[in-house]
């Protein structure tokens, strides 16, 4: 089975700390994905990345960064937490476009 | 614009009716791929079936039947004689090729199914 690890499953921070949130993958997919799920937005795409050092921004980028220094761990960085990133953060990998997208558990996490 | 569109935001039903789930999608490939996840209460996403395009033969697994339409770009949905634990968020999303021979997943809104005993 894949496993997609995220570091936390609740987070609560303060308006402009950085916060890092972490993703680890078992099953060497190249392909890792994060999206933010909010209601009645459904989700939608931060940042993706197709290898190591490989990053390309999604749909909603701003406020956001990634890294990905290993195959197996793609990490989003909220450089200064606000409140509108309030959210909950899904990492998803795939092996390939045809194939399906495995989820983490999801953060939610609260910025106050 | 928006690329997969669930229309209905929630369905209420009574256990034992038929659901279908709306989903439409919108893309100039040829070849794309389409699914549907189903999201329980606790929150993670489960990968219930998938489609190309080029495969439009309807599919049924226990309760649970799909109909690919490509006239309509539609990829509904019907759950059979609904059960309370079919109850959660059910995401349509698309993938096709980007620049570069990617490819991303789009998903819908979602439809949140409420069934009722």
């Known amino acids: 089975d894949v496993k997609v690890t995220q570091s936390s499953r609740y987070l609560v921070k303060r308006t402009g700390e950085k916060v890092f949130l972490e993703c680890v993958q078992d099953m060497d997919h190249e392909n890792m994905f994060w999206y933010r799920q909010d209601p009645g937005l459904g989700l939608r795409l931060i940042y993706f990345?197709?290898?190591?050092?490989?990053?390309e921004k999604g749909d909603i980028p701003e406020g956001y960064s990634v890294s990905r220094e290993k195959k197996e761990r793609f990490s989003l960085i909220l450089e200064s937490a606000s409140t509108n990133q309030t959210s909950m953060y899904l990492c998803?990998?795939?092996?390939?476009?045809?194939?399906?997208?495995?989820f983490g558990q999801g953060t939610r996490l609260t910025v106050v | 614009a928006q690329k997969v569109t669930q229309a209905q935001t929630e369905i209420s039903v009574v256990e034992k009716e038929d659901v279908t789930l709306d989903c439409v999608y919108e893309t100039r490939d040829t070849t794309y791929y389409l699914f549907w996840y189903k999201q329980p209460p606790s929150g993670e996403l489960v990968f219930l079936i998938r489609r190309n395009s080029f495969d439009e033969q309807n599919e049924i697994s226990g309760r649970y039947s799909w109909n690919f339409q490509k006239s309509t770009s539609s990829f509904n949905f019907t759950i059979t004689a609904s059960q309370v634990v079919d109850s959660a968020v059910y995401f349509c999303?698309?993938?096709?090729?980007?620049?570069?021979?990617?490819?991303?997943?789009?998903f819908g809104r979602g439809t949140s199914l409420i069934v009722h005993p």
């Open positions: 999303a698309l993938s096709e090729a980007q620049s570069g021979g990617s490819y991303i997943p789009t």
């Open positions: 998803v990998t795939r092996a390939g476009g045809w194939t399906e997208a495995f």
């Open positions: 990345s197709y290898d190591v050092k490989m990053k």
